[in-house]
């Protein structure tokens, strides 16, 4: 039943492909039926093999069914195949699911939209991708996935084209990742060249019997992978990317920008966890760089005006914190997190589509305001989604998925209190602007009529995914409450658990004060933004104050520097460069060749005795050169 | 009875003459006819050179070579004056420069 495989990813292209090919002339409650549908046969598909996985598991917990030898020259046989293991049936059903959840919403949201059949199009060849990219068991095949997601957020960020600067993000989206696509592709290269197979499973088992722990080779090949992941992914100093793609409509940015692409990272990590092993300092560096991106997003979150960009923002601190957690060795819970993530962020993205379908496309949360009574549609799933978000004890998804991160940056042993330090403040941040969010949009006095309100098809969405955003935590309950980490042990025969030093009494403590952050964060929050709000205006008053505002807001200047430092000088080059120098030199050949056909030319002038003239004189020169010399 | 030198010298220096003539005349006239004309001469002219050298060395080959080259300039005439009818009928002259249409 396992060889059934090919048909989770097979039926969105179907869709994609119909929907192409009828070029937009299908009446729309067909587009929603073949669009949304063809997603979820996929994921009815899917539920069907991963029940019988989890019940029935086959040899080995890993399947593989090969389908067809993509290439086959010279040795190098990358197969088209899936390989279905633990970890792979967890992403299959979370892209499946959130993305069939996503698409039934996006058929009322996108319901007076020019562009309907195109969106699904889209859509579905991104679901298409996205399952390519999870189940494939070969490197090339991954990269086809990989490539296929960026190709689809390129075209879904750019999706309302006739705004010029949809267009803009779109590219910036398309041109950021593509430097960690670059980072990735001569990653692979060099892992099929010194390895000679890019098939996940035996190149990870080739690499850990070829090559000693802390190789240069395997620190290489780690760092090219962390640096496609970190494009991907949002991470620092490629995030500046995701922010502006909140372009793109928001079912989009639900499914895309937060639940499964940016996730891709963090999945291809995990999957070659083997190599990050062989390579500790690549290790080191995927925990720094997750901790210092969701300290910084953090910071940035707090300074935003626009209710997505905020969203955008807790994005790249969240998924931090996954990189935290690979970095640190806790791999289930990486992923544990890119689940309840995905849940609950595209509940977070649902709900504020409501407010902004609700409030005529308005994003500023300051015009926002009052919408606990006008809109509590999307007021209950924003506040669960918000709970889960700020890891509010007990209650929440996120806080058994965040908790677990915290506590292994401190207690695996390549975990330090630093990292914990960092892990700690940052979930006070995210708590902080969470609620920032909540209090100034949700709370207070209207300031925008309500205009629409959500149909059933946008509810059940917003309802399922407030239920898992509350009750997914119970996957893994922690050693307190009854320990019974399912999850990891779901994934325990694809990823190693994490090498914690001995448990103590610290770890109450630790759980106390990750506790203490997260309901500390709202109450800070309530403090600044409902309490006392002139507090904050006296200190944004302050130069230094507005100064620091202008700093977190532009995103620590990043997009400046890149601005400067890169795009700037491209653009000047450019310019400069309008006729090309390295052209001259072919156009120079052009040039000689034109003037010698000219030259000859004008001696066919069609007139015998000319032509017998020059054969004339052309034998006396020969016979004299011969004769006389 | 065999030429002496300074009879073959005297016929060579003939031949070249009447071969420059021809070659003059192939040059400068415009008249297909004549042109053909001239180009008998050439013939002629490389003719005389071969009987003069047969003769000198006593080898029968200049004369073979003549006769060759008799029957060239009478397969030479025949297409020559078809083409020079045709020629005719086209430009309704017989003024070679008339037929220029592929010059470059």
């Known amino acids: 039943m396992f060889h059934l495989i090919w048909l989770v990813p097979l039926l969105p292209l179907i869709g994609f492909a119909v929907l192409t090919f009828t070029q937009g002339r299908l009446i729309r409650p ?262 210092a991106t969701l300290l910084l997003a953090g910071f940035s979150a707090l300074t935003q005006r626009d209710i997505k960009r905020v969203l955008a923002y807790s994005t790249i601190s969240q998924i931090g914190y996954m990189f935290l957690a690979l970095g640190v060795g806790a791999w289930a819970a990486a992923i544990f997190h890119l689940m309840i993530h995905a849940f609950f962020k595209a509940l977070l993205f649902l709900a504020s589509g409501v407010v902004i379908h609700a409030l005529d496309d308005e994003h500023d949360i300051f015009k926002m305001g009052g919408l606990r009574r006008e809109l509590p549609s999307a007021f209950w799933p924003f506040l669960l989604g918000g709970m889960a978000l700020s890891a509010v004890p007990f209650i929440s998804a996120g806080f058994y998925s965040k908790d677990l991160i915290i506590l292994d940056a401190w207690s695996s042993s390549a975990g330090s209190p630093w990292l914990w330090a960092a892990a700690w403040i940052g979930a006070l941040m995210t708590s902080l602007y969470t609620f920032r969010l909540i209090f100034i949009a949700f709370f207070g006095e209207a300031k925008t009529r309500v205009r629409k309100r959500p149909g059933v098809r946008m509810m059940v969405p917003l309802v399922t995914l407030s239920v898992l955003s509350v009750i997914g935590g119970c996957l893994e309950l922690p050693a307190y409450m009854g320990n019974a980490p399912l999850f990891t042990n779901f994934l325990h025969t694809v990823l190693p658990s994490v090498h914690a030093l001995a448990a103590s009494r610290t770890e109450t403590v630790l759980e106390l004060l990750s506790g203490v952050a997260s309901l500390g964060g709202i109450y800070l929050a309530y403090l600044l933004f409902l309490r006392y709000p002139e507090w904050l205006r006296g200190f944004a008053r302050q130069p230094w104050g507005a100064a620091l505002h202008r700093f977190w807001a532009g995103d620590w200047a990043m997009d400046w520097l890149y601005d400067r430092v890169l795009v700037r000088p491209y653009h000047w080059f450019a310019r400069v460069n309008r006729s090309d120098a390295i052209d001259s030199v072919y156009r120079g050949l052009a040039v000689v060749s034109e003037a010698i056909h000219g030259g000859l030319s004008d001696t066919q002038t069609g007139v015998m005795r000319w032509y017998a003239l020059t054969m004339v004189v052309g034998s006396v020169i020969v016979l004299s050169i011969s004769v006389f010399l | 009875m065999p030429v002496a030198n300074v009879a073959l010298n005297q016929a060579l220096l003939l031949a070249a003459v009447l071969f420059t003539l021809g070659l003059l005349g192939l040059l400068v006239r415009r008249n297909v006819i004549m042109m053909l004309v001239s180009l008998e001469i050439m013939l002629n002219a490389a003719g005389l050179a071969f009987v003069v050298a047969g003769s000198r060395w006593q080898q029968a080959d200049g004369q073979i070579m003549f006769i060759l080259i008799l029957s060239l300039a009478a397969a030479e005439v025949a297409v020559g004056l078809a083409l020079a009818l045709q020629f005719y009928h086209r430009f309704h002259t017989l003024d070679a420069d008339a037929a220029s249409e592929l010059r470059g």
């Open chain 1, 30 to 291: 067909a587009v929603a039926w073949v669009g949304a549908g063809s997603v979820g046969l996929s994921a009815a598909v899917a539920l069907w093999i991963g029940a019988n996985f989890i019940l029935h598991p086959p040899a080995g917990h890993a399947y593989t069914l090969t389908v067809w030898h993509w290439i086959s020259v010279a040795g190098f046989r990358p197969t088209v195949g899936f390989y279905l293991d633990n970890l792979a049936v967890i992403m299959m059903l979370v892209v499946t699911f959130v993305g069939f959840l996503i698409h039934l919403y996006s058929t009322e949201y996108m319901a007076e939209d020019s562009g309907y059949s195109r969106f699904f199009a889209y859509m579905n060849l991104f679901v298409a991708s996205m399952l390519t990219l999870v189940l494939a068991d070969n490197l090339l095949l991954l990269y086809l996935g990989w490539e296929g997601v960026g190709l689809c957020s390129y075209l879904l960020v750019g999706f309302w084209y006739r705004d010029p600067a949809n267009g803009e993000a779109a590219r910036k989206a398309f041109v950021v990742t593509r430097v960690g696509d670059v980072a990735l592709t001569i990653g692979l290269l060099l892992l099929y060249t010194h390895l000679g197979t890019l098939h996940i499973q035996p190149l990870m088992h080739r690499a850990a019997e070829q090559w000693p722990v802390g190789s240069s080779l395997a620190t290489a090949a780690a760092f090219l992978v962390l640096g496609g992941a970190v494009g991907k992914s949002a991470q620092l100093p490629l995030q500046t990317w995701l922010p502006d793609a909140m372009a793109g409509p928001t079912p989009v940015s639900a499914l895309i920008h937060a639940a499964t692409m940016v996730t891709a990272g963090v999945y291809l990590i995990a999957r070659t966890h083997v190599l990050f092993a062989l390579a500790p300092d690549a290790q080191l560096a995927v925990a720094a760089v997750g901790a």
